[in-house]
């Protein structure tokens, strides 16, 4: 079983940075891929980035490359470095692992764009 924790929402002003963490229980290496989706109140959950096990990325077009992920294996972590933000951008943060058949979630962190 693989239990994700994230961290690193709050609230912060339009235009501002911030940097989300996923930590696994264990390896993410062992895992076929790891996402971050969002999700707005009344809205749909949207992918906002993968990446794979051997470094493949694919990032949501609706994020104007404001968005980066990075993972550091040693700590089993991801990680979404986002910049420019966007009262849009509000929404919880979720943090999701692929192994097949199996899929993992993080309990979210809420994100909060101030215009």
């Known amino acids: 079983q693989v239990h994700l924790v994230e961290s690193g929402g709050g609230l912060v002003q339009e235009g501002g940075s911030l940097t989300l963490s996923c930590t696994a229980s264990?390896?993410?290496?062992?895992?076929?891929?790891m996402d971050w989706y969002r999700q707005a109140p009344g809205k749909q959950r949207d992918l906002v980035v993968t990446?794979?096990?051997?470094?493949?990325?694919k990032y949501g077009d609706f994020l104007e490359g404001r968005f980066t992920v990075s993972r550091d294996n040693a700590k089993n972590t991801v990680y979404l470095h986002m910049s420019k933000l966007k009262p849009s951008d509000t929404g919880v943060y979720y943090c999701?692992?692929?192994?097949?058949?199996?899929?993992?979630w993080g309990q979210g962190t809420q994100v909060t764009v101030s215009s």
């Open positions: 999701h692992a692929f192994q097949h058949p199996r899929h993992y």
């Open positions: 264990g390896s993410i290496s062992a895992l076929s891929a």
């Open positions: 990446i794979t096990a051997v470094g493949a990325t």
